[in-house]
């Protein structure tokens, strides 16, 4: 199994940005894909979610209307498109997949990706 993030870097405050993960050795189908980010000294947060067939999704309050997820189960890709980024954004941003099959939990992560948000 493997999860790998790309498209971090230094933004200008204001700026965008699009994460992407690629997964691999699984049924990415199956699985709820999320973002998570964890700032230094902070907890690692729940930033956005979209669930198995990608019509719903979930947003953190302080991100909600400025970030977008999306995913593209044929191409086994998760996104996160990321506007008028704040500093208060700055984070390591994991990729994560969960599934529960046949009683069973099944939780990945990524190895993160730095964003960086500073003038």
């Known amino acids: 199994v493997q999860l790998v993030e790309s498209g971090g870097g230094l933004v200008q405050p204001g700026g965008s940005l699009r994460l992407s993960c690629a997964a691999s050795?699984?049924?990415?189908?199956?699985?709820?894909m999320s973002w998570y980010r964890q700032a230094p000294g902070k907890e690692r947060e729940l930033v956005a979610r979209?669930?198995?067939?990608?019509?719903?999704?979930n947003y953190s309050d302080s991100v909600k209307g400025r970030f977008r997820i999306s995913r593209v189960n044929a191409q086994n890709t998760v996104s996160l498109q990321m506007n008028s980024l704040k500093p208060e954004d700055t984070a390591v941003y994991y990729c994560?997949?969960?599934?529960?099959?046949?009683?069973?939990?099944?939780?990945?992560w990524g190895q993160g990706t730095q964003v960086t948000v500073s003038s």
């Open positions: 050795g699984f049924t990415f189908s199956n699985y709820y």
């Open positions: 994560n997949a969960v599934s529960s099959i046949l009683g069973s939990q099944y939780n990945y």
């Open positions: 979209v669930f198995p067939a990608g019509g719903i999704t």
